[in-house]
T-cell receptor, first 115, second 114 residues
Framework: AQKVTQAQTEISVVEKEDVTLDCVYE???????LFWYKQPPSGELVFLIR??????QNEISGRYSWNFQKSTSSFNFTITASQVVDSAVYFC????????????FGAGTTVTVRA | GAVVSQHPSWVICKSGTSVKIECRSL??????MFWYRQFPKQSLMLMAT?????????EQGVEKDKFLINHASLTLSTLTVTSAHPEDSSFYIC??????????FGPGTRLTVL
């Protein structure tokens, strides 16, 4: 069964628009971590954020913000005032204590920001 | 975060040959490294977990005799694709576990088997 669901396959926006990427996860563990990674066209994965299951505080880092809601098992990611350089594939991932903290990736969302 | 390098960044080989991919941790002692495979427009699939000084742990469906993993030191893990075939063509990515359960990834190796 898919542990991480990213329902949006592709999102296309015009520069300066906000874009929100959805991530829904499934786990029976009480201790787990959630991540977002960016994969630009070059292919190299860039770590964006880690959030543990005990910390539901939302986070903002520059134009990026994350909304973690355990009640809905969601960990959504918003890019504010998008730029062309934000064009990439974004992966949400889950690691669980019961699985030795191996990463399970979602299918990814391709974001295209047009000038 | 940790800096991870991979070599080569791309390789083209003939069917039946073996290819070795190196993954190096440049500034972090990695007791655990991971190998992933990513087909075009798909997500990353974990192939195996590489532990320094011991045998790798392979995910279900991954042939350990075909994908040989060696993690001889805290800074180097290698993946050898033996007797490669066109269906092995893929993007291979290594990752290492950081101090807080995050993973840092190498730039990837694109393998094309003719």
């Amino acid at each position: 069964a898919q542990k991480v669901t990213q329902a949006q396959t592709e999102i296309s926006v015009v520069e300066k628009e906000d874009v929100t990427l959805d991530c829904v996860y499934e786990t029976r563990d009480t201790t787990y971590y959630l991540f977002w990674y960016k994969q630009p066209p070059s292919g190299e994965l860039v770590f964006l954020i880690r959030r543990n299951s005990f910390d539901e505080q939302n986070e903002i880092s520059g134009r990026y913000s994350w909304n973690f809601q355990k009640s809905t098992s969601s960990f959504n990611f918003t890019i504010t005032a998008s730029q062309v350089v934000d064009s990439a594939v974004y992966f949400c991932a889950l690691s669980e204590a019961r699985d030795d903290y191996k990463l399970s990736f979602g299918a990814g969302t391709t974001v295209t920001v047009r000038a | 975060g940790a800096v991870v390098s991979q070599h080569p960044s791309w390789v083209i080989c003939k069917s039946g040959t073996s290819v070795k991919i190196e993954c190096r941790s440049l500034d972090f002692q990695a007791t655990t490294m991971f190998w992933y495979r990513q087909f075009p427009k798909q997500s990353l699939m974990l192939m195996a977990t590489s532990n320094e000084g011991s045998k790798a742990t392979y995910e279900q469906g991954v042939e350990k005799d075909k994908f040989l993993i060696n993690h001889a030191s805290l800074t180097l893990s290698t993946l050898t694709v033996t007797s490669a075939h066109p269906e092995d063509s893929s993007f291979y990515i290594c990752g290492l576990a950081g101090d807080y359960n995050e993973q840092f990834f190498g730039p990837g190796t694109r393998l094309t088997v003719l």
